[in-house]
């Protein structure tokens, strides 16, 4: 069934999770049955994964809340050691991961490393939250010591998607386990061997006691079974706007707390003082990399006019240029979109946007789930192509002519999570970016970054602000803040 091959060495062995879920330290079946892992490039079935349904969520939940108060209640060294050893297998497996992470998601080796380099940084900062100071005090109008102190929510569910899981989901993992969080854990399940399989037998070896790790993959039934359980108290939701909307409606209504990160059409402006052929190298790594199929993709960009006809030109040229295939296989630029779904609806996005008066300067075919890179000029702005987030391959490119404009036409969106400004004047495409809300903005560089120890989040549509990177973003988001005070004698009341 597997076409990779299992070494007596391997991390992964499918003999113990195919069809399995991971609950309280063991492979049990789930209650949801069974699915294949399909491998997009090829259609080949990969291995047998596991599904949970509700039952499974609220067994999972129970067993998290048991074990995550002995483990809160250790020594900061000894978590802290648990995280710095999972830094390192993810280094001295990374061949291994990689090789599902290209097979099961379809990323080119180059991203598929990079996800495992930031994986491994992800602990590595993680590491360090433990003894990181959880606490201040604080000044009191009493004669009383005043204490804020930071302490665990207790069990934090996760939810991934399948575009980049290792990555998105380790983000949140590390860090709530490092402060002292059991996690419960739903992976897309498409790439569940990727984002969740491969997270549990990290974790497994570098010493996580059981219980504290629960993989309970599934679908939207699962989703909603573990944002309703009143066990988990915070919820670190990867995704698409539209599903993170019945995240945070769900959570709201059990007073859960929601982080969301959602979806994004990120707009890349190049200012008339720009260099054409680097902003084009920029370009293309951010509308293309990981054939779009990434929250900060390139969408919109936005050129100034006399630099358009040149900008696109080039930037079509480069598209036509760039090899699709199989990244298993061959080496490619692009792989596969991650199913038929998906492909068509990028295909109907750039069908309606040509048949509403934009150009297709390049690409807009496929072969399978291989699509080519596409370059739309001067697309109408209410066609979906320019105005959505598409998930795909696909970059609008429109004009402008003064700063205004170009504040107008970034601005014109729900969507804020990144934005990227090319201009040989970076003081000034600093002013021109302080116009544009997004929570990301990156001066000479595209839309696409990401650093373990940088604050992560959107605003608007994109999301609820950052809650990941940098330790006081982490301590926030998973822990819970008790005011505490301690007097020398009991106080007198005049009652």
């Given at each position: ?38 491998e997009p490039a090829t259609g080949a079935t990969l291995a047998l994964v596991g599904i949970a349904d509700a039952a499974d969520v609220a067994r999972a939940a129970e067993g998290a809340a048991r074990a995550q108060k002995e483990w809160a ?194 707009a890349y402006i190049v200012r008339g003082d720009a260099d054409v052929d680097k902003a084009v190298n920029l370009a293309t790594w951010g509308s293309f990399l990981h054939q779009g199929q ?202």
């Amino acid at each position: 069934m597997s076409t990779i091959t299992q070494t007596s060495g391997a991390l992964i062995d499918e003999s113990a999770f195919a069809g399995r879920i991971h609950i309280d330290g063991e492979w049990v079946p789930g209650g949801g049955g069974e699915i294949p892992s399909i491998e997009p490039a090829t259609g080949a079935t990969l291995a047998l994964v596991g599904i949970a349904d509700a039952a499974d969520v609220a067994r999972a939940a129970e067993g998290a809340a048991r074990a995550q108060k002995e483990w809160a209640a250790l020594p900061h060294p000894a978590r802290s050691a648990v995280l710095r050893r999972a830094g390192q297998l993810w280094e001295e497996h990374a061949e291994e991961i990689s090789g599902w992470n290209i097979r099961e998601v379809g990323a080119i080796p180059p991203l598929a490393g990079f996800a495992l380099h930031v994986t491994a940084a992800e602990c590595y900062e993680a590491a360090s939250l433990p003894s990181a100071p959880l606490g201040s005090v604080l000044s009191s109008e009493e004669p009383r010591l005043s204490i804020a102190q930071q302490v665990p929510v207790g069990v934090v569910g996760v939810i991934s998607p399948f575009n980049v899981p290792l990555i998105l989901g380790i983000r949140a993992i590390a860090p709530a386990l490092a402060l002292g969080n059991a996690v419960l854990l739903k992976p897309d399940p498409r790439t569940v061997i990727t984002g969740g399989v491969s997270m549990v037998r990290i974790f497994e070896e570098a010493g996580l006691p059981a219980g504290l790790l629960q993989l309970v993959p599934g679908g939207a039934d699962v989703g909603e079974a573990m944002v309703a359980d009143p066990r988990v108290r915070v919820i670190a939701f990867t995704g698409s706007t539209r599903a993170g909307r019945s995240v945070g409606e769900i959570a709201g209504r059990n007073l859960t707390r929601a982080h969301l990160e959602l979806g994004g059409n990120s707009a890349y402006i190049v200012r008339g003082d720009a260099d054409v052929d680097k902003a084009v190298n920029l370009a293309t790594w951010g509308s293309f990399l990981h054939q779009g199929q990434i929250c900060m993709t390139v969408g919109r960009h936005i050129v100034h006019e006399s630099l358009f006809d040149e900008y696109v030109d080039k930037l079509a040229a480069k598209a036509e240029s760039m090899h699709v295939g199989d990244p298993a296989a061959d080496q490619v630029h692009l792989g596969p979109l991650i199913d038929d779904i998906q492909r068509d609806r990028v295909h109907t996005l750039v069908q309606d946007a040509v048949a509403a008066g934009a150009e297709l300067r390049a690409g807009g075919t496929y072969e399978g789930l291989f699509y080519r890179p596409t370059v739309l000029a001067n697309p109408p702005r209410d066609a979906a192509a320019y105005s959505d987030e598409v998930f795909g391959p696909v970059a609008s490119v429109v004009s402008y002519a003064t700063d205004d404009e170009a504040v107008e036409l970034a601005s014109d969106t729900d969507y804020g999570l990144t934005l990227g400004i090319v201009t040989a004047d970076v003081f000034g495409g600093l002013e021109l970016a302080r116009r544009i809300p997004t929570g990301i903005v990156h001066i000479n560089d595209q839309t696409v970054n990401d650093e373990a120890n940088a604050p992560f989040g959107g605003v608007g549509s994109s999301g609820t602000g950052s809650r990941h990177g940098g330790a006081q973003a982490n301590i926030d988001a998973f822990t819970e803040t008790r005011w505490i005070t301690l007097r020398r004698e009991p106080a007198a009341y005049p009652l």
